[in-house]
């Protein structure tokens, strides 16, 4: 009888250590017979533009949201532009990023950087600005003396700067032999120092750019009706390995999103301190000098989300193809692609 009572002690024993494995094996594979259990995680590193467009991104990043809805943001970067940002999503280690979409377009298909869209940020947000003693009508912008400004060919301006040639049939060539490239903080500086008679700018700088007394001539809407601005991408591995971390990176953009709509005040006083700040730290190191000599205040900012900005996270697939029709009409990317294959959503 005493030793029945040994044995059955040892097996007690053995019966705790065999559900203690088994339990442990569960968390592991991620879940239960019950359900979810366990979901696998990382640190990420986001990638931003140093402008409105990335507005839900800097007010998470203010907020503690990502934080909050657990996940841990290793890194947060800031470009001058797209185009930077874009180069730098070909490093791979930059797991997500608000980016404008053309830049996005040219990543993929010229860089073969495997991203996905998995939600949109805003529409427009971009203009031409103008000295209006200089350029009045759209025929002073075809005097051979008017000095015009625009970011790098593949950029978002640059398709802007096409659409106006096209829609208001100036000379091609006339045209682009006077525009001078340089990224929107220089654009805005060269305009202010008269280096400059217009430009083509991205958010928040046409609106920075009237308070200097300068005047937005043509907004986004007026030569591309619906375009896409800005949209979040994340890398096609976080998809498959991840998928709990980027559902909450889109959970927190919209969160975002839907704050900026709803309390604009709030949200332009947080961007405006965050681009205050990130103009300071900003990559490439080179555009540090310019964007730091800037001095971004709220009153700009909450017009630039209000009134040239439309908020949203909604993709349109329509919209996101003509993009890329466009980057190939352009000759920014050589062969077309499906929308469908570049979202995720």
């Known amino acids: 009888m005493k030793a029945l009572k040994d044995l ?3 097996d007690v024993m053995l019966l705790s250590i065999l559900v203690c494995l088994i339990s442990s094996i569960a968390f592991a594979q991620g879940e239960s017979s019950e359900g979810p259990v366990f979901s696998k995680t ?5 990638a931003v533009e140093f402008t409105t467009h990335s507005a839900c991104a800097h007010i998470a990043n203010q907020k503690g949201w990502y934080k909050e809805e657990g996940l ?14 874009a180069a730098a999503l070909a490093r791979g280690d930059i797991d997500g990023a608000y980016i404008c979409l053309i830049p996005a377009i040219n990543a993929k298909a010229n860089a073969n950087v495997p991203i996905k869209i998995v939600a ?3 529409k427009y947000g971009y203009g031409l600005v103008v000295n209006p003693d200089k350029v009045k009508t759209m025929d002073d912008l075809k005097k051979e003396g008017i000095r015009i400004g625009c970011s790098g060919e593949g950029s978002p301006l640059d398709a802007l700067l096409h659409k106006m040639i096209e829609k208001y049939h100036l000379d091609k060539k006339q045209v682009l032999k006077r525009v001078r490239r340089m990224n929107p903080p220089k654009l805005l500086l060269a305009l202010k120092m008269d280096q400059l008679d217009a430009a083509f700018i991205c958010e928040q700088f046409p609106t920075m750019a009237e308070e200097l007394g300068f005047k937005v001539f043509l907004t986004a809407e007026d030569l591309w009706p ?9 890398r096609e591995e976080l998809i498959k390995e991840y998928p709990e971390i980027v559902k909450k990176l889109v959970q927190v953009t919209e969160r975002a999103t839907q704050f900026i709509n709803s309390h604009p005040e709030e949200a332009a006083e947080i961007v405006a301190a965050g681009l205050q700040v990130s103009g ?3 990559f490439p190191v080179k555009a540090i000098d310019t964007a730091s000599k800037l001095v971004i205040t709220p009153q700009p900012i909450l017009k630039s989300l209000t009134e040239r900005l439309v908020n949203t996270t909604d993709i349109d697939l329509e919209e996101i193809q003509k993009a890329i029709d466009t980057c190939v009409e352009l000759e920014y990317i050589k062969e077309p692609f499906r929308a469908e294959d570049f979202v995720d959503l």
């Open 226 to 234: 619906n375009i896409q601005g800005s949209v979040l991408v994340v």
């Open 72 to 85: 841990t943001i290793s890194g947060y970067e800031n470009f001058i532009t797209g185009m930077a940002l």
């Open 42 to 46: 990382k640190p990420i590193k986001i």
């Open 120 to 122: 949109g940020i805003h």
């Open 8 to 10: 059955t002690r040892y």
């Open 280 to 282: 300071k730290k900003i």
